[in-house]
């Protein structure tokens, strides 16, 4: 069981050591944190499994703003986000660069997380099916891949997919990659048991939740009480 923090644009170095200091992984499941670029090495030398929140498709090269495999590798960072769907929604991710960078980074080393959902009107025109399909149509299996579920209506709004609706994306996730699937979307303590207690649910990629240590370390004592 993966359970992975998002912490978005929070916590700077010192906030980050601060959680660091507070926090600690139960056994049986593996927690990581997803800082902001800048507090990758304070989250690494804090001892913590440390994700990078996106991840570019070349080495280096004129591409400003960007941050590369090999350079996150050097500071001791194990994989990346890919594809979440607020890089998707404000900064013009598009299916074609989540799979370039999601390619790159596994053939470098990285693990990756590659985020997807649908958003809430193409649930509501049936399409959900539609759009996982085309998502998932442009990665590739691999050992260190790893898919994020996570219904755009159900991030940041407290609105969470039922553990059934979750269980039924997962599922069909899985018929089209085999490959372990996070559930993301308003993960908190008091709903963790029953998401990840689904059959096809591997873990929970945590937003909001994570940036306090002591709800990102309920989560995981839940989650490592369930699959033990
Ligand atoms: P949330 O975010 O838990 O705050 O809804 C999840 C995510 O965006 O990964």
Redesign the pocket.
């Known amino acids: 069981m993966l359970i992975a923090g ?1 912490w ?1 644009m929070f916590k700077g170095s010192a906030e980050t050591r601060a959680f660091a200091a507070a926090f600690s992984a139960p056994e049986g499941v593996e927690a990581v944190v997803c800082p902001p670029f800048v507090s990758l090495a304070a989250a690494v030398e804090s001892g913590l499994t440390v994700f990078a929140q996106n991840v570019h498709w070349e080495d280096e090269g004129a591409y400003t703003g960007e941050v590369s495999a090999p350079m996150l590798r050097e500071l001791g960072v194990a994989g990346a986000l890919v594809g ?3 890089r998707r929604q404000y900064f013009g991710e598009s299916d074609e660069t989540v799979a370039r960078r999601a390619a790159h980074a596994l053939a470098a080393g990285l693990r990756v997380i590659a ?1 997807v959902g649908e958003l809430e009107e193409e649930r509501e025109l049936g399409r959900t099916e539609d759009v996982l399909t085309r998502q998932i149509s442009v990665l590739q299996p691999h050992p260190a891949l790893v898919v ?1 579920y ?1 219904p755009v209506w ?4 407290g609105r969470t997919a039922t553990p059934e609706q979750a269980q039924e994306a997962h599922a069909f996730v899985k018929s089209l990659l085999d490959v372990p699937v996070l559930y ?5 303590p008091e709903n963790a048991e029953e998401l990840l207690s689904q059959p096809d649910v591997d873990g929970a ?6 940036l306090d240590p002591d709800s990102f370390g309920s989560i995981c004592r839940i989650a490592a009480r369930i699959r033990s």
Do not use: D
């Not at 990629?205 to 994570?210: F, I, T, Y």
């Open positions: 998002n978005k979440h769907s607020e985020c994020a996570e159900a991030i940041g709004t993301g979307g308003s993960v908190k990629l945590v937003g909001g939740a994570s």
